[in-house]
């Protein structure tokens, strides 16, 4: 290849690399331009999602401390200012007072603080020495403060206890009542129903509570009221039960979240999946493409360089037999023979030499037709045991030392399916290789067998033999074994290419194995046309 040739040819795949880069370069932008947009919009549809709950623990904590605070704890407070004596929550069940009836149910024991010895009393459940022990270590501490009321909390025995109690008045006096945990979710459960926590102007009336999660919990985790599932969310939103007025519920905490499945009506276009799998499978693809686009541009390289070659190496070929014709011819013209021997001995050189000239032209002819699908066959069922001794026949002259011996089981009548030129181009190149490559002087075996509905020729020498990994490659077009790379054996590299199309194209099969002896052996299985005997 000229040098200029070579330079374009590397500029080209520069060229052909670096568009393939670019495009890399580009996909990969893309995925990450994609995989940052959802990752944004994803944030965003979280961070509604978040206000979303977030107003329904605000509407829960205002509809549960309005519930239980105005309509429950403080009427039992009221009940309890002045000196009157301690209620019992059994009798208050029966309260004239209607607020005073229906908030009985959570208290489960009274009590009352002496301001001057300090001793409690109580009415309803007894408490236990432990709460009762707390109970009036805690009261004997408490500052005065302006609310209504205030609640305490504490775990005894883990038992969950929550007291509420009136403030301090000056004189010291303090009393108050235990709560009946147990009734608190009734209370819950009636402020969250009472209508749905999220707006329905805002969810298109979509969203009702069985989509959303709330729970009520102590400051030591005791779940006081729980409701709705949780969902595969972690969008959880947590507040303290009551922000303004800490003395009243402090410590208790609602968690909220909302059913990940509402989210569409919600969020517009809902919570987007995760584009990354697809994105990352996307650029895979991308990279195996490039990476076959490059294996493709090189092997096509490669093949560039083998077309150039091949074209040295005919030329190359073609010089041998031309300059011993010339050689011989000269000799002739200019009388230089001696005698009649000699002149007939040129005679054959230059006859053996043209034949060789014509069947390398000739091979050329039949690739290039291969390759451009032009191969154009007369299959007639022809004796082939005849036509391969005649063809031998021919061929005995061109070997300089050596016998060609050619053993058969099938008779003269047996008949193949074939085009003679295209069978005596095979067999030649079969025999040619088989001298070329066999050590000088050694014998070719030629054999002619029926076996399967089959009839096989084979083609043996004592050659090196073909190495099992390149025995498919030698059947491409253009391909040399290794070791002839640097041989002194000449050769195109597209013989046996000829020898396999044409084979197809008669229906048979053309392979190598090793010959058990040593050597190659080359084989073309036709399939038996006629069924007269072998
Ligand atoms: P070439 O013109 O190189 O002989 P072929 O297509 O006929 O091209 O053969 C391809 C390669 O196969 C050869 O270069 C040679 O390495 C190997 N080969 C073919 N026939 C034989 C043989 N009989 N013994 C050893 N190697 C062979």
């Keep these: 290849m000229s040098q200029s040739l070579r330079q374009r040819e590397r500029s080209r795949s520069a060229l052909i690399v670096g568009l393939l880069g670019g495009s890399l370069l580009l996909v990969a932008l893309l995925t990450f331009q994609t995989h940052y947009a959802v990752t944004a919009h994803r944030r965003m549809a979280e961070e509604v999602l978040r206000d979303y709950a977030s107003l329904v623990a605000d509407e829960f904590i205002r509809r549960g401390s309005v519930e239980i605070g105005y309509y429950g704890f403080y009427p039992l407070i009221t009940i309890l200012s002045g000196d009157a004596e301690l209620p019992d929550p059994e009798t208050l069940i029966e309260s004239d007072d209607e607020r005073v009836a229906r908030a009985a149910g959570l208290a489960r024991s009274f009590f009352r603080r002496d301001p001057v010895t300090g001793d409690l009393s109580t009415t309803g459940d007894a408490l236990s020495i432990a709460q009762l022990a707390w109970l009036s270590e805690t009261l004997s501490s408490l500052e005065p403060n302006e609310n209504p009321y205030a609640q305490l909390y504490t775990r005894i025995d883990g038992e969950h206890i929550n007291v509420v109690y009136s403030a301090p008045t000056v004189a010291g006096l303090i009393q108050g009542f235990v709560v009946d945990n147990a009734a608190l979710p009734e209370w819950l459960e009636t402020a969250a129903n009472r209508q749905p926590l999220l707006p329905p102007s805002l969810t298109h009336g979509e969203v009702g509570n069985e989509h959303i999660f709330v729970e009520l919990t102590t400051p030591h985790g005791d779940v006081l009221f729980r409701q709705g599932r949780y969902g595969a969310s972690s969008l959880f939103v947590e507040k303290p039960f009551s922000t303004d007025r800490p003395a009243l519920y402090g410590g208790l905490n609602v968690r909220a979240t909302i059913d990940p499945a509402v ?48 074209v040295s190496r005919v030329s190359h070929e073609l010089r041998t037999p031309l300059t011993q014709i010339r050689m011989f011819a000269e000799t002739l013209l200019l009388g230089r023979v001696r005698n009649e021997d000699e002149t007939r001995r040129s005679l054959e050189v230059i006859d053996k030499e043209a034949r060789r000239l014509t069947h390398l032209v000739e091979n050329i002819l039949q690739f290039s037709r291969g390759e451009r699908g032009a191969v154009k066959l007369e299959l007639t069922l022809q004796p082939i045991y005849p036509l391969v001794r005649e063809l031998a026949k021919d061929f005995r002259p061109l070997m300089k030392t050596g016998r060609l ?113 040593g050597g190659a052996r080359f084989v073309i299985r036709f399939p038996r046309a006629d069924t007269g005997a072998a």
């Design 263 to 310: 989210t569409g009506q919600l969020v517009i276009g809902g919570l987007p999946r995760s584009r990354l799998p697809v994105l990352l499978a996307l650029w895979t693809l991308a990279a195996v493409l490039i990476v076959v686009a490059i294996l493709l541009l090189r092997r096509e390289r490669a093949l560039g360089r083998l077309r150039a070659d091949f």
């Design 405 to 517: 011996v050619i053993s058969s089981d099938v008779s003269d009548e047996v008949r193949v399916s074939l085009d003679p030129e295209a069978f005596q181009q095979m067999f030649v190149n079969l025999l040619d290789n088989a001298v070329k490559y066999g050590p000088e002087g050694e014998d070719v075996d030629v054999s002619l067998n029926s076996a399967n509905g089959q009839v096989v020729l084979s083609v043996g020498d004592r050659g090196p033999g073909i190495p099992a990994p390149e025995r498919d490659r030698i059947w491409e077009p253009y391909y040399r074994a290794r070791r002839e790379r640097d041989s002194a054996i000449a050769g195109t590299g597209i013989g046996l290419a000829v020898v396999r199309e044409l084979a197809r194209l008669h229906g048979a099969s053309a392979d190598v194995e090793e010959r058990p002896e």
